[in-house]
């Protein structure tokens, strides 16, 4: 986990705080991570990917046989 410490200068408002503070974590990649790690996908079983590659190569070879028939 990484700790990300801003501290305020002398004379510096608050909105210039909260600024170099934003830049500071978008520049780490903090926040990148974390919306990476926010929803954790679950891995999907061997016999749904199957389904699916066969499914998508269904759709492509109907596509090419309609697109010789020239009705796509």
């Known amino acids: 986990m990484m700790r ?7 004379g510096e408002s608050a909105n210039a705080l909260l600024f170099r503070f934003t830049k500071k974590i ?5 926040l990148k991570e974390s919306k990476k790690r926010r ?3 679950r891995p999907v079983n061997r016999r749904k ?3 699916s590659a066969k499914h998508r190569d269904d759709r492509k070879k109907e596509m090419e ?8």
């Open 49 to 51: 990917r199957r389904l």
């Open 39 to 41: 929803f954790r996908a």
């Open 4 to 10: 990300i410490e801003v501290r305020k200068k002398e």
């Open 26 to 30: 978008k520049r780490s990649g903090v």
């Open 65 to 72: 046989r309609l697109r010789k028939l020239g009705l796509a």
